[in-house]
T-cell receptor, first 111, second 113 residues
C-alpha cells in the first residue's frame, strides 16, 4: 500500500543551527512533492514544491531535496529561529486530483 | 474578506445528531477538499470536488455527505455523528492545475460526546 513517513518524534535544535526534516515514501511515483508548515490551531500553509526532475529547490532559508531513487525528500531550514517552531508536513502528488499528506514532524527551535 | 473561511470554528454535539460544517472560498477555485486531522494520522481526505455539482470520495468518506451547488461553497455534513468523528476538520481549495497550492481554512474542531 502507499505510505508516507515523517519523523514522528519532535526535532529540537538550537537557534542558528540547520534543521533537517525527512519525508520517506513507498509505492508512489509522485510527479512532485510539497512541504507545508502548520502552526497550532491553524491550517497548513504551503512552503515549497519540488518536481521529480528537480534535485534541489531553495527559497530564502529553506531548501528541499528530492531523491526519487531513495524515495525521500529532505527539508532544511538554515539559520533556524524560534519563529520556525511549527509542524512541517510533506505532501505527495498521487497523479490525480488528490494530494496525500504525511503526519508531520514537530520542530522546536530554542533561543 | 478574500480567502477561505470555515464555520463554526468549534462545535460540540452528541452522537446521532446531524452536523454541517461550512466552507467558503472567494477565489473561484475549481477544486475544494475536506480533510480530517487526527493525532498520528495526519491529514486524511474525506471528499473532494472538481467543480460545482461534481464531488467524489476520498480516503475516509464513510459517515459524511458533501454537496457543491455553488463554486464558492462546499459544506460537509455528518449525517449521524459518532465519537470516532471527533477531529479537526480542514477545508482547502485549489485552482485547476494540480501543481497549484492548496489553501487551507482555519479548521473546525468538532467534539462528539
Amino acid at each position: 500500500s502507499q505510505k508516507i513517513e515523517q519523523n514522528s518524534e519532535a526535532l529540537n535544535i538550537q537557534e542558528g543551527k540547520t534543521a533537517t526534516l525527512t519525508c520517506n515514501y513507498t509505492n508512489y511515483s509522485p510527479a512532485y512533492l510539497q512541504w507545508y508548515r502548520q502552526d497550532p490551531g491553524r491550517g497548513p500553509v504551503f512552503l515549497l514544491l519540488i518536481r521529480e526532475n528537480e534535485k534541489e529547490k531553495r527559497k530564502e532559508r529553506l531548501k528541499v531535496t528530492f531523491d526519487t531513487t531513495l524515495k525521500q525528500s529532505l527539508f532544511h531550514i538554515t539559520a533556524s529561529q524560534p519563529a520556525d517552531s511549527a509542524t512541517y508536513l510533506c505532501a505527495l502528488d498521487t497523479g490525480g486530483f488528490k494530494t496525500i499528506f504525511g503526519a508531520g514532524t514537530r520542530l522546536f527551535v530554542k533561543a | 474578506d478574500a480567502g477561505i473561511t470555515q464555520s463554526p470554528r468549534y462545535k460540540i454535539t452528541e452522537t446521532g445528531r446531524q452536523v454541517t460544517l461550512m466552507c467558503h472560498q472567494t477565489w473561484s477555485h475549481s477544486y475544494m477538499f475536506w480533510y480530517r486531522q487526527d493525532l498520528g494520522h495526519g491529514l486524511r481526505l474525506i471528499y473532494y470536488s472538481a467543480a460545482a455539482d461534481i464531488t467524489d470520495k476520498g480516503e475516509v468518506p464513510d459517515g459524511y455527505v458533501v454537496s457543491r451547488s455553488k463554486t464558492e461553497n462546499f459544506p460537509l455534513t455528518l449525517e449521524s455523528a459518532t465519537r470516532s468523528q471527533t477531529s479537526v476538520y480542514f477545508c482547502a481549495s485549489r485552482g485547476r492545475d494540480r501543481e497549484e497550492t492548496q489553501y487551507f481554512g482555519p479548521g473546525t474542531r468538532l467534539l462528539v460526546l
